[in-house]
């Protein structure tokens, strides 16, 4: 059994590679959204004007504020937003409604300046590039204000605080003049009233300061006159396919993991190693074409993948150990074309082989790609009516192989373990490699009883037809016997000529008419069998039999 190993980076590449077009898909749908979106959202024209804040009386020191300097710039840019400066921007603008002109503006603090970035977005340029003066006006006069209003309060409590000390002058100079030039008490209260009255004059300075300072009051200025804009801001056709993008490739990701998983036939190799836990012995690729209902040539594409496989299974075989069966999964011609092509590999390194055609439910069994006759065969030898010499059938083209085939009423006469295993003993005795075509292990339990008797067998896989669980209880029910299960082929999902047969569960048709073979021109790389010359196989009477090939 083999046991799935972790997933690296190739392995969902290779799951993002099959699932291609899902994921350019979700991509294209992303994008076309996006573009969508850009066509059909209003233009949004935005232009900026840069403040530079100057401190005021009004600002004070903020513990442990993100700007430095006494000017609190998060502080100033969320005034910018207020009520009261949108309550004046409307004024200048003619708005009626203040929320939405809060709406449209932001505020913006580069690093390491004194200076707030204020944006105003509208649908037209003109109209942002008024909000945007709008909004830096009526925020340097709200600061303004604000400064001048703290001014005019201090000042306010200064006058308060000399109407105060100026009575208090008064009173001491009444006390003075009271008192004689030699009187005792006479000192402090010259003392006190000198203290008074420098204490006024401080005060006076400050109120002269205070109304210097009011009528210089410099909130900031606007240093970036805001620009008119010649583009829109929103939509950013850009922007929009780049998020499309970014939006659309995780789906078509997550698309095709779940593609992934929820698939129900196997499509891949990798799949029955991953999903199966089997070994796979050989993989045909979709570009393998089967062109005509017969082997593959010994030079073709695939032919030298069921030549390498021959040579993995010899390695695996012991001594004496001869009898291959090759089961398929479902009903379908997969388990025959690769018994078919194992043997002719066998025989083609020189072996002696014979296939032994006990799968009579497939539409193309051995016979017919081999060009042998079907009668005598299997089913004859079980029945004890003739000997199992008289059942084997010289294939054409190839010396050392022999067919045995399904022979008279095959579907009605089943094995036994007895008839089995004499069969398969008097072939390998004879020194010949025996490639039996087993029934299907999802309607038949002849595979797992053949196998029983056999020294290895393999699993003959259709892509897109034979199901993963269907597979894993295959998988399951030879290992459940002795034999060895070597592993796994996989074939493609169209076979081609040899393809003419109903999915599982497909309702059952009459089969088609008998196709006559009509010779096609052969790729660059193939061996075309009719090329070579044509065995003449030899009856107990000496009598000569030339093959079905050569009436061809």
Request: glycine share 8%; with cysteine; aromatic share 4%.
């Amino acid at each position: 059994m083999r046991t799935p190993t972790a997933r690296t980076l190739a392995d969902y590449g290779v799951i993002a590679r099959r699932s291609w077009w899902i994921i350019s898909g979700a991509v294209a749908a992303a994008v076309a959204a996006g573009l969508v979106h850009t066509a059909t959202t209003d233009e949004v024209y935005e232009s900026t004007a840069s403040v530079l804040v100057l401190p005021t009386a009004s600002d004070t020191d903020v513990a442990g504020a993100r700007t430095a300097g006494q000017v609190n710039l998060d502080t100033e840019a969320q005034l910018v937003k207020s009520t009261e400066v949108a309550q004046a921007a409307a004024e200048r603008l003619s708005a009626p409604s203040t929320t939405e002109l809060a709406e449209q503006v932001s505020v913006s603090v580069p690093p390491n300046t004194s200076v707030l970035e204020i944006s105003f977005r509208a649908g037209g340029p003109e109209a942002a590039r008024a909000g945007t003066i709008a909004f830096s006006e009526a925020y340097l006069d709200h600061r303004g204000a604000a400064a001048t209003v703290s001014i005019e309060n201090a000042i306010a409590g200064a006058v308060n605080r000399l109407e105060s000390l100026e009575s208090q002058i008064e009173a001491t100079e009444a006390e003075l003049a009271r008192l004689a030039p030699l009187d005792g008490d006479r000192a402090t209260v010259e003392s006190e009233l000198e203290d008074l009255v420098n204490r006024a004059d401080g005060v006076e300075s400050q109120i002269a300061a205070l109304e210097a300072e009011q009528e210089a009051v410099t909130p900031g200025r606007i240093i970036n006159r805001p620009p008119l804009p010649e583009d829109p801001a929103a939509p950013n056709a850009l922007l929009n396919l780049a998020a499309a993008v970014g939006a659309g490739l995780p789906l078509g990701l997550m698309l095709a993991w779940a593609r992934h998983r929820l698939a129900r036939r196997v499509a891949f190799a990798s799949d029955l190693i991953d999903r199966c836990e089997l070994d796979v012995l050989g993989s045909v690729p979709k570009s393998v074409k089967f062109q005509r209902r017969e082997v593959f040539g010994a030079y073709s594409p695939g032919g030298r993948i069921y030549s390498q496989m021959r040579n993995v299974i010899a390695s695996r075989l012991g001594d004496g150990q001869r009898v291959v069966v090759v089961a398929g999964v479902a009903p379908g011609p997969a388990a025959s074309v690769t018994a078919a092509n194992v043997a002719t590999a066998m025989a083609r390194a020189g072996d002696r082989v014979t296939a032994v055609a006990a799968n009579p439910s497939t539409t193309v069994g051995l016979p017919e790609l081999f060009g042998t006759d079907p009668v005598p065969g299997l089913a004859d030898v079980w029945s004890g009516r003739l000997d199992l010499a008289a059942a084997l059938h010289g294939a054409p083209r190839q010396p050392t192989l022999s067919v045995v085939g399904p022979g008279a009423a095959a579907r009605a006469t089943g094995p036994t373990s007895e008839a089995a295993a004499e069969t398969f003993t008097k072939l390998a005795e004879a020194g010949r490699f025996v490639v039996v075509d087993a029934p299907p292990l999802s309607c038949s339990a002849d595979a797992q009883l053949l196998a029983g008797h056999a020294d290895a067998v393999i699993l003959a896989v259709q892509a897109q037809r034979d199901t993963l669980a269907e597979t894993s209880a295959a998988a399951t029910a030879m290992r459940q016997i002795d034999t060895p299960l070597l592993g796994a082929v996989l074939l493609p999902g169209s076979l081609g000529p040899m393809g003419d047969v109903p999915l599982p569960g497909a309702a059952e048709t009459e089969s088609p008419p008998a196709r006559t073979r009509v010779p096609r021109p052969m790729a660059a790389d193939e061996t075309p069998t009719d090329a070579l010359d044509v065995v003449e196989a030899q009856d107990e009477t000496g009598r000569t039999d030339r093959t079905q090939a050569e009436s061809r």
